[in-house]
């Protein structure tokens, strides 16, 4: 049962269920949940009312360059183990060139799918009415920042996503392959006869290993040892390693696997840089949490050295900001809760699906990063279009 419009969802008939049971089963649970919203908004309003009578974010909340505003971010309610896709979505609604695009669409017309010149895909739902998964992004992203409410249900979005797999067409130019595609070049080295195998592969977010020797490094302030870094992932990444017996290469020259070695070079960085730190490691038996702390920068990511060719790129071109991040929070892999923190107008935000405070830098550089947004500077002023 959906917890913000109380509509119950059949997984059995891929629908949502009108009737009621004989004993009105259905309508018992609604009652019930509205009851516990009524009580617990009930206590969120005091909570805020305490927080703005008490805290000392409230000079820092209402106060903006000498003026008095109105804290305009919107929550995203949680419609039932979503906080994942919230706290990607706020972190999009947060990195301008992406959610600009959806932003300055007109509402799609669902008859004949044209958006004023732009091409917009729509896949068709079961039945006879069209669905626009665009469209329902695009209503998400412009309610986010409108002010309007404290938070918004993405009940319409949630339900797109369920019924339809949004399919990218082989070779086309969408809007997120324009912002997040990079491409990397894989080299291979058989060790035995010194063949060299080199091939491109696009991305649009790159999967960092934390290496082993810190993995058991929990706090940002280390006892015994260094503390791991973003860039001691960046450089696990792309550096030579030997492939174990489970990844043999096959050589052609060889004619049969063979011992090598494998090295990634970034042969084309993206305008937002999206870095995913893996923190779910599988043993032999069960899958863990590694829980290490690792040390961030907000500002001036230089991407410089990891390039393919660094002499062919421009001195701003290589260096990045941070726009958004996603933490996980729990030990479970299979549990927990996600949230975001991301930077708008110069300021700090947390977002915790409905509730969405004001935070500050040192709070955020803090937080054990799962996911990582950084904006390409010469993105984020606006001078390379796209």
């Known amino acids: ?190 060790l035995i006869c010194g063949t060299e195998s080199r091939k491109f592969d696009p991305f649009l977010d790159l999967s960092l290993d934390i290496p082993s020797q810190f993995r058991n490094k929990r706090t940002k302030n280390q006892e015994n040892g260094p503390m791991c870094t973003l860039r001691d992932c960046l450089r696990s990444f792309t550096d030579l390693e030997e492939l174990d017996e489970t990844e043999l290469y096959m050589c052609h020259k060889c004619k049969k696997k063979q011992k090598s070695t494998k090295k990634f070079w970034i042969q084309k960085l993206p305008k937002v840089l999206c870095l995913h730190l893996k923190r779910f490691h599988w043993t032999e038996y069960l899958r863990n949490k590694v829980d290490t702390y690792v040390e961030f920068p907000l500002r001036d990511l230089d991407m410089k050295c990891y390039l393919l060719e660094p002499e062919n790129s421009g001195p701003e071109s290589c260096r990045y900001d941070l726009a958004a991040v996603v933490v996980h929070h729990g030990s479970g892999v299979g549990s927990g809760h996600y949230t975001a923190y991301a930077t708008h107008e110069g300021r700090w935000f947390h977002f915790n699906d409905s509730t969405v405070t004001l935070t500050d830098e040192e709070t955020v550089v803090k937080a054990k990063a799962y996911i990582l947004f950084y904006v390409d500077r010469q993105a984020k002023s606006g001078s390379d279009k796209l």
């Open 1 to 190: 049962m959906d917890c913000s419009s109380y509509s119950t969802y059949c997984y059995r008939c891929d629908d949502f269920v009108v009737n009621d049971t004989k004993l009105g089963l259905v309508q018992k649970v609604r009652e019930h949940l509205q009851n516990l919203e009524n009580s617990a908004f009930t206590a969120d309003r005091h909570r805020k009312r305490k927080l703005l009578e008490n805290s000392s974010l409230n000079s820092k909340l209402l106060k903006v360059n000498g003026s008095t505003n109105a804290l305009c971010a919107t929550g995203l309610r949680n419609l039932g183990n979503t906080c994942f896709m919230n706290a990607i979505l706020q972190s999009l609604s947060n990195i301008q060139q992406f959610c600009c695009y959806f932003k300055e669409l007109p509402a799609v017309e669902l008859r004949n799918g044209k958006t004023a010149g732009r091409r917009t895909y729509h896949t068709r739902s079961q039945g006879d009415n069209n669905v626009s998964l665009v469209e329902e992004f695009r209503k998400t992203l412009c309610a986010l920042w409108q002010g309007s409410q404290t938070a918004f249900s993405p009940e319409s979005l949630f339900y797109v996503v369920w019924k339809i797999m949004p399919n990218f067409r082989n070779g086309a130019s969408t809007i997120v392959t324009a912002i997040f595609g990079g491409i990397l070049q894989n080299e291979v080295n058989c």
